[in-house]
Each structure stands twice: as C-alpha cells, then as structure tokens.
C-alpha cells in the first residue's frame, strides 16, 4: 500500500462539541481498526468514532515500511525456541505465538468472504518462513528444534535442510559467495506469508467508514476523565484549525500504539500504576532492485547475538507491497527518547512518574545487555550495517541498499514487587476493572496478534455481554477457545479455508 492510497471519505465539517458516542477508538492502527472491525460485526448499531492524530491511517508501526511484515506464526523466529542451559531446546511458546496467527488469518478470512477485506494479495502474500544457522553447535540446536516442533500438527511440514547445494537451490542470494566449509542450516517452513499491514488497516477502517463510523484524521486525543456515569469526557484537538472539542465516549479503547502509556495515565485509571515504557527505534536496509529480490524469496531470521534482546534477531525478508517484491534486512537499533515516530522529545521525561520511577530505575540496573546491545548498535556506521547483512547475502553491495527508519517499539516496563522491575517484549492490554477503557502496551508478536489481543480486550472489557456473542464470535474465529494442536482435524479444514479465501495456495 502507497502511504496514503485510498483514504477513507474523512467528514468534511468539524467534529461537534459534545458528540457522544459509544465506542471511541484512538489511533488508527491495526488494533483499533482490528477491534472497530470485530465491535461492528457484533453491535451494528453501536455508534463508533476513530480519532487518529495523523492525516491518515497505520503511517506509525502499522505502516508497511515501519515494520518487517512478519506474520509471526514462530515457524522461524528463534527467539521462541530458546536452548536451555542442558542443551535442550524449549519450544513451549511457539505453538502459542503460531495459534494467535491462525485466528489471525481466520478473521481475515471471514473478512474476505464479506467483502471487508479485498484482494487478499493486497494484503498477505505466501512467502515461506526459514531459520538460518551457522557453526557446528548451532545446527545441532536447529536440529533439535525441528524435530520438536515437526511432532506438532501446527508445524507438521517444517524441513531441516543441512545440504549446501539444495540450501543454494532455495535461497541463491544467501548462497552466492558463501564460504564453503562453513557449518549452515536452515528450516524451511513453506506456509509463512508476508503481510502488509499498512493495506490490512486501511481496508479496515475503509469498511468502518462505510459502515457508518465517523473517522477523523488530523484529531490529537490530548486527555479522558471519567465522568460520574462511568462514561469517558475526551478532549480533542483539532490539528487543522487548532481548536479543541469535547466528546464523551462509554468505552474507549486507546490503540495508540507507543502514544498509549501517555494516555492511559492521563486517564488516572489504577491499572497503569506502576507501567513505564523504554523505546527503541530501528532501521531496515531496503533493497527495491526487482532482480535481486528475485534470487531472494523468503523471510529468513538468523539468531540474535548473546545476551542481545529478541527483537534485535537480524532477518533477511521478501516484501510484497503494492505488488512490487522488494527485500529488507534488519533491524537495527536506535536511540530515541519519542515513543511515535512522528513523536516530541519529551515523550520518555513526561512518563514518568512516582509510580513509575522505581522501576524504571531498576531496568536501568538490571538490564545492562539490553543497554550494551543499544551501546554497540548506535556505533555501528553504515559500513557495519552492510557487513551484518553480508552474513545473510555475502555478495551484497552497498549501492543496491537504502536505510530506512523503521517504526518505534516502546518496550514495556513493568513494577515487579515492592522496589523492582522487569523489561518486557511482548505485548500487554491494560484495562480499568469496570472495563470502560483499555490499552494495548507493547510490540511483539504485535500486528500478527491483533486479532487474538483484542478479543482479549472484549473480553476483559464486556464480560456481560461477552457470553452472548461467542457463537458469533466462533463463526468469526473458528479456533477461538480451541487448540488447534490438540484438534489436527479442524486445524487441516481451517488452514484448507484460509489458504483458499486468502490466496495463500503455495
Ligand atoms: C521495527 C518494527 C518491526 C516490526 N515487525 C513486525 C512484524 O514483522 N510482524 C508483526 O506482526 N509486528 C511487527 N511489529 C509490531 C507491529 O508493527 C505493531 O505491534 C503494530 O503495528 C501496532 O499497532 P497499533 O495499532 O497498536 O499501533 P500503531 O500502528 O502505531 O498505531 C497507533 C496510532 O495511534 C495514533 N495516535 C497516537 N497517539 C494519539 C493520540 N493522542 N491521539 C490520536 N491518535 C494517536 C498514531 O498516530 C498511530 O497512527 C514491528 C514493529 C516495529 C517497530
């Protein structure tokens, strides 16, 4: 998706003072537009308003460019199948981050079949999911790992390749110039797929607007208050004349992404007590050179350094955006205090509070080899950038690669007992207990988990109602409340549905 394309009829007069809705989702990012989608389908007649501060909707981490387009299913992110201090290999998580993916692509499957979502290729494209690593003991480990996981139904199919000419065969790019003595391996799952997330979203709040939802663009959500009736007063500013509005909203959903923590501060609510965020921005090289992404078609994650984060595992990625097939290596970190990309300098200074400070002063201790890997990252030069990549595509030259800035990820920071805390990668809904508000914190395994994140949020969020839409819900997201592990029927008729509905046919 072109940044931009397609926008959505925005209302041409201004947001009325005192509008009241039921439904106010901040942010137009994948989860609002993943939770607006789910709350129309069950409550057509509820009244839904979008309030983005940007002029269009995922031009933060939902953009396609602002992350790697993963679908992470944990078919070949290592970082979910840690080697255990006796040699063993954990892969209890996988199967977790995999099932969160196939409902995923059964809601968007559902979304397909009424006419939602269109042209599935517009969106997700095949492209097979491989783990790639080097040195003897690191092979054994992949070994080990393969023969875990392939005992499981969800990852039935998972090939363990060791031979240096079908390795060639498979991946060109990586194979060209590569040190033959060296030790290599690779896992090849074939059913990964590439997702533009940035064309998911916009399809989503297209059919919001369709639908009836008032969607502003260019509407800064600056602070919420709880009214007496439980229902939410939200002061909005207009960023076209400057002016603010007041809106009232019974449940707000603060899809803000890294603009969140803010928010659901402001918000007074109990639950954020004691949460801070740390960001960490990032870099990709771009290659757009249509002949060398044709030697390369596969998303490829090798293994993070010791003691470095999970999101600096570095991977070598096909991309399919607006059809064009183009490859992108990283991530590499950065530094900033923003928490948006399109965020203030002040963002870090001004979240912190006296609930928060204790452990975010932790981290500051305890985490010394996240801050060493930031160290060693912000050194790197360009020259460095490129010599990571040549781990991956040993021939690459400089010229045929673009950095580009990724999205920013706001790590969670978490109170842990009376004085500590603890740095967090993955995702977190906060909520207040009487549900009238949440917030999701976080960002892994992120926009591949949307789905699965907020039917969590209904959940925490209407447990009075929750009941009464789970029929429905099973007829969105079939696998909901199952495990498609322990139930390989329904796991080969659902993956029959979604690879015909979304294209995804090898
Ligand atoms: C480098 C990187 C790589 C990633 N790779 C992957 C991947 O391969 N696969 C994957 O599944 N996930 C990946 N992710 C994670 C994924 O991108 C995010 O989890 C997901 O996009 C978050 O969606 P969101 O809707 O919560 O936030 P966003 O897309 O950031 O949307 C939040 C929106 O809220 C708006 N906003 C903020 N504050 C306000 C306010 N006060 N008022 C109004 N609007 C506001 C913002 O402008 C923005 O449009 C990656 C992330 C990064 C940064």
Redesign the pocket.
């Known amino acids: 998706m072109s940044e931009n394309a397609n926008l959505p009829t925005a209302p041409s007069s201004p947001l009325p003072d005192h509008l009241t809705t039921d439904v106010l989702l901040?942010?137009?990012?994948?989860?609002?537009?993943t939770l607006g989608t789910m709350l129309r389908t069950l409550e057509p007649d509820w009244s839904i308003t979008v309030?983005?501060?940007?002029a269009s909707?995922?031009?933060?981490?939902?953009?396609p460019w602002?992350?790697?387009?993963?679908?992470?299913s944990a078919l070949c992110e290592l970082n979910y199948t840690p080697k255990l201090p006796n040699g063993d290999v954990d892969v209890s998580k996988a199967p977790i981050v995999n099932e969160q993916f196939q409902m995923s692509r059964q809601f968007w499957s559902h979304a397909v079949e009424n006419g939602v979502l269109t042209d599935p290729s517009s969106f997700i494209n095949p492209v097979p999911h491989v783990s790639f690593v080097q040195g003897a003991k690191n092979v054994e480990y992949l070994r080990k790992r393969h023969d875990k996981l392939s005992a499981n139904p969800l990852f039935a199919g998972l090939e363990l390749i060791t031979d240096r000419d079908e390795f060639a065969r498979r991946l060109p790019l990586m194979a060209e110039g590569r040190d033959e003595s060296e030790d290599v391996a690779i896992s090849w799952a074939e059913n990964g797929t590439d997702?533009d997330?940035g064309a998911l979203?916009q399809q989503f709040v297209d059919h919001l607007a369709r639908t009836g939802a008032d969607i502003r663009f260019d509407?800064?959500?600056?602070n919420l208050t709880r009214e007496s009736d439980g229902s939410w007063r939200v002061v909005?500013k207009d960023r076209q004349n400057g002016k603010n509005v007041v809106i009232r909203a019974k449940f707000v959903f603060v899809?803000?992404?890294?603009?969140?923590i803010?928010?659901l501060q402001r918000s007074g609510i109990e639950e954020i007590k004691g949460f801070a965020g740390f960001p960490v921005s990032?870099q990709?090289l771009r290659c757009l050179d249509e002949d060398i992404a044709a030697k390369h078609q596969a998303k490829v994650y090798g293994m993070a350094a010791v003691g470095a984060p999970p999101?600096s595992v570095p991977h070598l990625d096909t991309r399919v955006i607006d059809g064009h097939r183009s490859l992108l290596f990283?991530?590499y970190a950065g530094w900033t205090p923003k928490f948006?990309k399109?965020g203030s300098f002040t963002d870090l200074p001004s979240s912190i509070r006296p609930d928060n400070l204790l452990p975010m002063a932790a981290i500051g201790v305890t985490s010394w080899s996240l801050i060493k890997y930031l160290v060693l990252e912000l050194a790197k030069t360009r020259g460095g950038k490129v010599d990571a990549l040549r781990v991956f595509a040993p021939e690459a030259e400089d010229q045929d690669w673009e950095l580009i800035t990724?999205?920013?990820?706001v790590q969670v920071v978490r109170k842990k007992g009376r004085l500590g805390g603890s740095l967090e990668f993955g995702?977190t809904v906060v909520n207040s207990a009487d549900g009238s508000i949440a917030g999701?914190l976080?960002?892994?395994?992120?926009?591949?988990?949307?789905v699965a994140a907020m039917l969590d949020v209904l959940e925490r969020c209407f447990p009075a109602r929750f009941d009464g839409w789970r029929t429905q819900l099973k007829e969105i997201v079939p696998s909901f409340g199952t495990s498609l592990a322990e139930n390989p029927g329904l796991l080969a008729e659902l993956r029959t549905w979604t690879d015909a509905t979304l294209d995804l046919t090898p």
Not at 26 to 33: F, K, P, R, Y
């Open positions: 901040v942010g137009a990012g994948v989860m609002s537009a309030l983005e501060r940007l909707p995922s031009l933060e981490s939902s953009g602002n992350n790697a387009g993963t679908g992470h997702v997330f979203t509407h800064h959500v600056k909005v899809g803000a992404g890294g603009g969140a803010h928010l990032g990709f999101m990283g991530p948006l399109e990724a999205g920013q990820r995702t999701l976080g960002a892994s395994p992120g926009a591949s988990t949307a």
